[in-house]
DNA sequence: CAGTGGTCTAGACCACAGT
DNA sequence: CTGTGGTCTAGACCACTGA
């Protein structure tokens, strides 16, 4: 957290969100002018607007012309559409992520969801299998396939609980830089799925396939998640 | 289309946008360099690099440092997540829109689905109903909801396959500058869904629910949507 | 009116990729 | 090495808001 070999924007950016997300500012507050922002932290505009730019983007805050930055209401929902709404946007309530396969190196799946490199396919996979759950009710679950490439005793590290995006960035410096997804709504076919997210077969759920962008070059891993929005929707701005 | 009031970055953006959607630079081509557009277009980098941005948030585009911007493949699903992306991203493939209830001044409906102002509520709302269609299978049923306020003749205007946002911008300068939404997979159960959707009671379908803010302050609309998604993903990127 | 965010310029230095 | 994108500065003028 808060590392200084962050860009300032970003540092800024953090600063922000973390103030938000614990309160500080609240739903219809406004944020200090731009030109407040610069004049407290020794910035120029440009690069404070990139910092709110990030909070607008994630809908943490609108803006008004003549007026100033908004402070948007929290999302009621989980954030798994955006990048940094991964975990959080669950109202205080915690996520749990639970560890049913720990990772272990194998070959890609067949067909698998993606096409991938001649590269990705000799080195084969590291596959994780982790069960999410909200107030200690399932809510997703989740296959994870990281290409086993410089991943140095990855397979023996705990992620327990653990956000692997964290893991990844403090002990391989990967950092996630975005992703695409396809989402699609089912029925819970499979016995597994079933049993971890405690549905009956044919009961309805969300289905996601995710490719997700590192900084490294060519490195990209990929999720596939089944979602129970009985209770929670899924929720993202635009 | 091509708005000369539009600011430069905007300009430039939706030139590019078009080059790559149009086929011209295709996936894996590198756009001219930021300099080179600088030159091209008489525009400084912050400028040109802002018209980048866009690109790169609605995926048309990767960047790499020392390389250069990387035209990405156009996506396989259909793109309702992110703003741009509401009517492209099939792939060619004609979406067509067909109004099953014209524009209707009526009440907002109970229990709405976002809470409304009270102004909102006093002046009701104008009511639409569209099917729409790929290669003349039904994909999705969306009931839009606008808040009646200085709308005239709304209600009479024709929006048999046009783009509503379209029609709000060009007449009535209403442009849509971002939005929420919340996805939740259900089974079709509404006999009207079912028969408009072709799919049998029970069938798992995608449920989103979107409020869409624009630049008038105070003026957001709303839309219910019911997604078939045995055939076509919902795409998004991040 | 003063203050806000929206747009834009003209530079600068850095880290990184390919040669 | 050169050229690329990544970050940042120090200004400027505009359109819009609220008092």
Redesign the pocket.
């Known amino acids: 957290m808060g590392l200084t070999n962050q860009?300032?924007?970003?540092r800024l950016y953090e600063s922000l969100r973390k103030q938000i997300v614990d309160g500080v500012y609240r739903e219809g507050d406004l944020?200090p002018?731009?030109?407040?922002l610069c004049a407290i932290h020794?910035?120029?505009?440009?690069?404070v607007?990139?910092s709110l730019d990030l909070l607008l983007n994630e809908g943490f805050i609108k803006?008004?012309?003549?007026?100033?930055?908004i402070v948007h209401k929290l999302p009621k929902g989980i954030g798994i559409l955006s990048l940094a709404g991964t975990t959080i946007a669950t109202e205080g309530r915690e996520l749990y992520t639970r560890v049913i396969l720990k990772p272990v190196v194998s070959q890609w799946p067949e067909n698998f969801i993606f096409s991938l490199s001649e590269n990705e396919k000799e080195v084969g996979c590291i596959r994780i299998e982790r069960l999410r759950l909200l107030n200690n009710r399932p809510l997703l679950f989740e296959y994870t396939y990281l290409p086993n490439i410089n991943l140095p005793r990855f397979t023996s590290r705990n992620l327990e609980n653990k956000s692997l995006f964290d893991i990844l960035r403090q002990n391989y410096k990967l950092e996630v830089k975005g992703g695409e997804q396809y989402i699609k709504a089912i029925e819970a076919n499979d016995k597994k799925i079933c049993s971890y997210l405690r549905v009956s077969k044919g009961h309805p759920i969300l289905h996601l396939k995710r490719k997700l962008e590192t900084n490294r070059?060519n490195f990209s891993f990929y999720s596939v998640l089944y979602c129970n929005t009985d209770e929670h929707s899924i929720y993202g701005v635009f």
Do not use: A
């Not at 002018?33 to 407040?36: A, K, R, V």
């Not at 020794?42 to 690069?47: A, C, K, N, V, Y």
């Not at 803006?63 to 930055?69: A, D, F, R, Y």
């Open positions: 860009p300032q924007y970003r944020l002018s731009e030109n407040e020794g910035l120029t505009r440009p690069t607007r990139k803006k008004q012309q003549g007026l100033g930055s070059i």
